[in-house]
C-alpha cells in the first residue's frame, strides 16, 4: 500500500515538473519576438540611430524574420528596410555562423554633406577592403548574402546620386565572390568581385561592365555639375 502511495506521487510530481517545462518553453518561445525586437533596439541605440523600429515577424530555430524595418541618425542617415531573412541550423547558430540573410527593399539614403557637426565630415582613415575581407575569409560567419530590390541614394553637394542595385555575395573558408548590379542615374553597371587569401596574403580580381554607354551623358552631366560647385 506504502508503494502504491510513494508511486502516485511520484507521479504527480513528475506530471507538475512536465507541466511547468512546457508552460515555461511556452512562454520563452512567445517572449522571443518581443526580446530580439528589445535587443535590436539596444543595439541601434547604442551604434547612434536616434530612431528605430521593426517588427519581428518569425523566430525559430531555423528562420528569423524582420520586417518594417526603419532606423534614422538625425539628418545623416536614413534607412528602411522591407524584409530581412536570416537563415540558419540550430548547431552553426550556437557557433555564431549563418547560413544565409535575403535583404528586400533596402533603402538606404545618406547625407554626406552633413558630418557629426553639422559641417562637412572630416576624413577618416579606413581599414583596407583587401584586410577587412581577408579577416572575414579566415573564419566566416556568413555563407550567402542576397540584397535584391534596392536603392542607396547618396546627397552629396546637395545632389542626389541614387543607386539602384542588387547584390549576391557567396563566402566560404579563403575564398569569396561579390556581385554587384545596378543602375546610377539610369546608367546601368554589372560589376564582380573575386577575393581569395592564400598563405597569409589576401587577393582581389575584379570587372565592372556597362551594357550601354550612350546612357553615361546623364551621369557625366551630373558629375559635371558637382564638380562647379566644389571651392
Same mark, same amino acid.
Given at each position: 500500500?506504502?508503494?502504491? #502511495?510513494?508511486?502516485?506521487?511520484?507521479?504527480?510530481?513528475?506530471?507538475?515538473?512536465?507541466?511547468?517545462? +512546457? +508552460?515555461?518553453?511556452?512562454?520563452? #518561445?512567445?517572449?522571443?519576438?518581443?526580446?530580439? $525586437?528589445?535587443?535590436? !533596439?539596444?543595439?541601434?541605440?547604442?551604434?547612434?540611430? !536616434?530612431?528605430? $523600429?521593426?517588427?519581428?515577424?518569425?523566430?525559430?530555430? #531555423?528562420?528569423?524574420?524582420?520586417? %518594417?524595418?526603419?532606423? /534614422?541618425?538625425?539628418?545623416?542617415?536614413?534607412?528602411?528596410?522591407?524584409?530581412?531573412?536570416?537563415?540558419?541550423?540550430?548547431?552553426?547558430?550556437?557557433?555564431?555562423?549563418?547560413?544565409?540573410?535575403?535583404?528586400?527593399?533596402?533603402?538606404?539614403?545618406?547625407?554626406?554633406?552633413? =558630418?557629426?557637426?553639422?559641417?562637412?565630415?572630416?576624413? %577618416?582613415?579606413?581599414?583596407?577592403?583587401? $584586410?577587412?575581407?581577408?579577416?572575414?575569409?579566415?573564419?566566416?560567419?556568413?555563407?550567402?548574402?542576397?540584397? /535584391?530590390?534596392?536603392?542607396?541614394?547618396?546627397?552629396?553637394?546637395?545632389?542626389?546620386?541614387? +543607386?539602384?542595385?542588387?547584390?549576391? =555575395?557567396?563566402?566560404?573558408?579563403?575564398? *569569396? /565572390?561579390?556581385?554587384?548590379?545596378?543602375?546610377?542615374?539610369?546608367?546601368?553597371?554589372?560589376?564582380?568581385?573575386?577575393?581569395?587569401?592564400?598563405? =597569409?596574403?589576401?587577393?582581389?580580381?575584379?570587372? +565592372?561592365?556597362?551594357?550601354?554607354?550612350?546612357?553615361?551623358?546623364?551621369?557625366?552631366?551630373?558629375?559635371?555639375?558637382? *564638380? !562647379? /560647385?566644389?571651392?
Amino acid at each position: 500500500m506504502d508503494n502504491f #502511495w510513494k508511486k502516485l506521487k511520484l507521479k504527480k510530481i513528475l506530471t507538475g515538473f512536465l507541466l511547468g517545462s +512546457v +508552460v515555461i518553453a511556452f512562454l520563452v #518561445w512567445f517572449s522571443l519576438p518581443f526580446l530580439v $525586437e528589445w535587443g535590436l !533596439s539596444g543595439v541601434a541605440r547604442d551604434s547612434g540611430f !536616434s530612431e528605430f $523600429e521593426v517588427e519581428v515577424e518569425q523566430v525559430d530555430p #531555423w528562420l528569423t524574420r524582420l520586417s %518594417k524595418i526603419e532606423m /534614422r541618425q538625425k539628418e545623416q542617415v536614413s534607412l528602411v528596410v522591407d524584409q530581412i531573412d536570416l537563415v540558419y541550423e540550430p548547431g552553426s547558430l550556437a557557433e555564431g555562423k549563418i547560413n544565409a540573410i535575403s535583404i528586400t527593399g533596402l533603402d538606404l539614403r545618406i547625407q554626406a554633406d552633413e =558630418g557629426p557637426h553639422g559641417g562637412q565630415s572630416k576624413g %577618416k582613415e579606413f581599414e583596407p577592403l583587401e $584586410e577587412i575581407l581577408g579577416q572575414f575569409l579566415e573564419a566566416p560567419y556568413l555563407t550567402h548574402l542576397r540584397v /535584391r530590390d534596392s536603392k542607396l541614394d547618396m546627397i552629396l553637394g546637395g545632389q542626389s546620386y541614387p +543607386v539602384d542595385f542588387l547584390l549576391k =555575395g557567396d563566402l566560404h573558408n579563403q575564398i *569569396g /565572390r561579390l556581385i554587384v548590379d545596378g543602375a546610377l542615374h539610369g546608367f546601368q553597371f554589372k560589376s564582380k568581385v573575386d577575393v581569395a587569401k592564400e598563405r =597569409g596574403k589576401t587577393y582581389l580580381t575584379g570587372e +565592372v561592365k556597362f551594357p550601354d554607354l550612350a546612357k553615361s551623358a546623364h551621369l557625366l552631366e551630373s558629375i559635371d555639375s558637382f *564638380g !562647379s /560647385r566644389l571651392p
